[in-house]
């Protein structure tokens, strides 16, 4: 793995949300210039472009999950008049989304209990950095898939590291079989290029 700091490593090598919480604390406020100027962060442009294939909506309700600095709701808002709601566990990370005036509602949520949110709300949910080692669990996804609407979508990127380790193929074949999602995109890309790093962008469609 190529060059990487020692925020960046503390936040990969959490064990626990008090250690996401605190590490994000100390990195928030450098957070977007490190990944987007230093570390050459390519996730959350590749994942919006994405997204607007799928989502014609000019106007739709988007969930932005794991929303952090507000890298990605900043990108949707600059082409579309999406209505973005961010959340994030970091309360310092939730500060900086605030200050970028690109969301209507910011929540402190742990996504990886159930969202307080009522099935079927989003057009989209796109969740960008998010599922990676000591994070957030291949199992949120099933609730990002019930609060998005029937025909809506759901764009997320997945670490290749964390892929391996983890059950998100069998986690995606277990919904398509359920008849509740169809992988309509499935790629491998460039992830961070100062760490040489891929990660997987996925697009289900909700049906």
Same mark, same amino acid.
């Given at each position: 793995?190529?060059?990487? #700091?020692?925020?960046?490593?503390? %936040?990969?090598?959490?064990?626990?949300?008090?250690?996401?919480?605190?590490? =994000?604390?100390?990195? $928030?406020?450098?957070?977007?210039?490190?990944?987007?100027?230093?570390?050459?962060?390519? $996730?959350?442009?590749?994942?919006?472009?994405?997204? +607007?294939? =799928?989502?014609?909506?000019?106007?739709?309700?988007?969930?932005?999950?794991?929303?952090?600095?507000?890298? *990605?709701?900043?990108? +949707?808002?600059? %082409?579309?008049?999406? /209505?973005?709601?961010?959340?994030?566990?970091?309360?310092?990370?939730?500060?900086?989304?605030?200050?970028?005036?690109?969301?209507?509602?910011?929540?402190? *949520?742990?996504?990886?209990?159930?969202?307080?949110?009522?099935?079927?709300? =989003?057009? $989209?949910?796109?969740?960008?950095?998010?599922?990676?080692?000591?994070? *957030?669990?291949?199992? $949120?996804? /099933?609730?990002?898939?019930?609060? #998005? /609407?029937?025909?809506? *979508?759901?764009?997320?990127?997945? /670490?290749?590291?964390?892929?391996?380790?983890?059950?998100?193929?069998?986690?995606?074949?277990?919904?398509?079989?359920?008849? +509740?999602?169809?992988?309509?995109? +499935?790629?491998?890309?460039?992830?961070?290029?100062?760490?040489?790093?891929?990660?997987?962008?996925?697009?289900?469609?909700?049906?």
């Amino acid at each position: 793995m190529g060059h990487r #700091t020692e925020i960046h490593d503390k %936040v990969l090598n959490a064990k626990s949300l008090k250690d996401i919480s605190e590490a =994000y604390g100390v990195w $928030a406020k450098t957070y977007d210039q490190d990944l987007l100027e230093n570390f050459g962060y390519q $996730a959350p442009a590749r994942s919006v472009e994405l997204l +607007l294939k =799928y989502l014609p909506i000019e106007e739709a309700i988007v969930l932005d999950a794991g929303c952090g600095t507000g890298l *990605v709701g900043q990108l +949707l808002s600059k %082409v579309r008049k999406f /209505r973005i709601d961010g959340a994030d566990y970091s309360q310092s990370m939730l500060g900086e989304a605030q200050a970028k005036g690109c969301y209507r509602a910011l929540h402190q *949520v742990d996504l990886n209990q159930p969202l307080q949110t009522a099935a079927g709300t =989003y057009d $989209a949910v796109i969740c960008i950095g998010t599922f990676t080692l000591g994070h *957030v669990q291949p199992e $949120a996804l /099933r609730e990002m898939v019930r609060v #998005t /609407r029937s025909g809506g *979508v759901i764009c997320f990127t997945v /670490r290749d590291e964390f892929w391996l380790k983890s059950n998100f193929g069998k986690l995606l074949n277990d919904l398509e079989q359920a008849g +509740l999602t169809d992988t309509t995109e +499935l790629q491998t890309i460039d992830y961070i290029l100062t760490e040489g790093s891929k990660c997987k962008l996925v697009l289900l469609t909700v049906l």
